[in-house]
């Protein structure tokens, strides 16, 4: 399983972004995705998830109502909307995907992916 991050760049704050993830390796629409960031000096942080079905997706609370999180299973793409950007989203962007087909529950810490992306910056100037 590979998965390639991109779509991350500079921008300023209250600026829009939008985060992909190439899939390749496996039948893409039978597992949930996620994805994660990490700003320097600081744990990575869970972001937003979604399940195989794009049935239910869940967010941390310091972007809910700004980003959204989409799976495109025709492309073997996910997406990462990112509106209203602020400072504070500066940090390297992964994205993941677990290991179980099917699963119902979304998993909000890293170890509950498998596969992980090679990170994509995301900067926003004030």
């Known amino acids: 399983v590979q998965l390639q991050a991109s779509g991350g760049g500079l921008v300023q704050a209250g600026g829009s972004l939008r985060l992909s993830c190439a899939a390749s390796?496996?039948?893409?629409?039978?597992?949930?995705m996620g994805w994660f960031r990490q700003a320097p000096g600081k744990e990575r942080e869970f972001v937003a998830a979604?399940?195989?079905?794009?049935?239910?997706?869940r967010y941390v609370d310091s972007v809910k109502g700004r980003f959204t999180i989409s799976k495109d299973n025709a492309k073997n793409t996910g997406y990462l909307q990112m509106n209203s950007l602020r400072p504070e989203d500066t940090a390297v962007y992964y994205c993941a995907t677990v290991r179980t087909p099917y699963q119902l529950a979304l998993m909000t810490t890293s170890n509950g992916y498998a596969y992980w992306g090679q990170g994509t910056q995301v900067t926003v100037s004030s």
């Open positions: 390796g496996r039948t893409f629409s039978n597992y949930n």
């Open positions: 979604i399940t195989w079905s794009s049935g239910t997706t």
